[in-house]
């Protein structure tokens, strides 16, 4: 069932909506001139951040329901209008209050609703590329700072950060309602002509599980607590890039501004190459890379003090955190089926949503005990990812003990 949709133009308009949504990880460069012009403590503002990432789960969840029953185009309009109305009220807020309502509430409704719909439906019309679809979708949702960092900045240089809210959240309303016009709803069964499934892709129909089947099997929980610990480093240094260059290596604010966007641009590219890696090695062969090099990035940043060392340890960091959201999607489908995805992946995301809660605040707190030093921070990341390399293993060990099991039920 083609309807000669244009999927093409479907995977663009779907990323120019999610480079405005991805503003979020840009968040750092608006969080010190937020503190020093409206005199709320940092702590303060990087609840704002973990409000509009925790609450993501809820909107995605129904955003893939919408989005299977049809409604994926007013799913990403209302999405995208929402996050976009949030930024722009932001630069409105008088109390930290408002800033949780306006950015964290509003906006992360938004992004959540948008981001579920517009990766759920894409991913629906490339049955064939499926992991180059989601790599560009979800590329351009992690490299949507490398544009709105050096523009924010520039607009709180010139203006004031209340003023760059304003701008953004504007640009954004109009930039997201171009797009949904060239978005459409992908049909029910739509094929690519002249394309055959392989034979793996045809008989992953048979494990098709809903959101309950999911909950029943020990993978589910180990996948979870293997997210959050993936993303609880990518989420610390999101939060934080622009304040960390600035407190413990001395660099300007603009200077900063730059690393944030260096930081989203190997965040961008790290869901593009980690997938494309985990297609030839395996997703949890690639995490387990992914992990062991984050580790190593916060031991440079721990070691080294140099604007060198920061530009590397963020580089490595943007690189695997753009691998974890890009590994954990197919991982999901492999083990529960394509039918559901939106749903339960929606479910499983809660563990990023989790790390989202604890990362920036215990990031912001441990810094603020330390006269601005992250260090003992970075130490509780090398923690988390150590558990992390250890839930992965056991996962790799019941996949093994599964198929064995498998086999032997075959040949009796």
Known sequence: MNKNINRWQVLIASTAVLLCTGAIYAFSVFAGPLSASQGWTMTEIMLAFTINSAIAPVPMILGGFLTDKGFAKWSIAIGGMMFGLGFLLTGFATSPTMLYLTYGLIGGLGQGLAYSACLSNTIKLFPDKRGLASGIITAGMGGAAIIAAPIGNALIERFDVLTAFKSLGFSYMIIIAIAVIFIKQ????YQVEGWVPPQHQTNQGLINKDWKMMLRTPFFYLIFLMLFTGAFSGLMIAANASVIGQQMFQLSATTAAMYVSLYSLSNCAGRIV?????????????????????ILAFIILTSFSSQ????????????????VMGVFPPMVLENYGPVNQGVNYGIIFCGYSAAAFFAPKVAAGIATANNGDFTKAFYVAIAVALIGVGLNLTYIQLKRAQKRVIAINKAN
């Open 308 to 323: 060198v060392g920061f530009a590397i340890g963020i580089m490595i960091l943007g690189l695997c955190f753009g691998g």
């Open 186 to 189: 992908a049909p029910a069964g």
């Open 274 to 294: 980690w997938g494309t890696v985990s297609d030839r090695l395996g997703r949890n062969h690639t995490l387990s890379i992914i992990l062991g090099m984050v």
